[in-house]
């Protein structure tokens, strides 16, 4: 299977999206509605209303990718606890979100931050 970089930048719509939208749609959708350009390095993600569909935007080299993936019975776990109209995630969140994992339940330790040893 095709899976993106885990070092890829990636921002992620909340808002649900027409998935009739193709390369047009969605470059204008990330110029105009998340503020972003279109042409960068990165990944552009968009689900629709049910979340069981999802589409990738990526400009690579010479013309835009579009991914797209449907699922048959289950639905993708959108984040909800980050805040903005367009989320970063990493590449490795992504991946996650794409096999069916509640980010939003992931939690990592507390970060620690020591000013001396001992």
């Given at each position: 299977m095709i899976r993106p970089s885990t070092d890829l930048i990636v921002y992620l719509c909340r808002e649900p999206v027409d998935m009739r939208k193709q390369i047009d749609g969605l470059a204008l959708l990330v110029q105009e509605a998340m503020e972003l350009n279109p042409?960068?390095?990165a990944l552009f993600v968009f689900g629709n209303r049910q979340r069981?569909?999802?589409?990738?935007?990526?400009?690579?080299?010479?013309g835009f990718v579009v991914w797209y993936k449907r699922l048959e019975r289950e639905r993708f776990k959108w984040p909800t606890h980050l805040d903005g109209d367009a989320v970063t995630l990493t590449g490795q969140e992504l991946n996650w979100l794409l096999d069916g994992y509640d980010l939003n339940a992931m939690k990592p330790h507390k970060a620690l931050d020591f000013q001396c040893v001992g």
């Open positions: 042409f960068d390095k069981n569909k999802i589409k990738l935007l990526f400009w690579e080299r010479n």
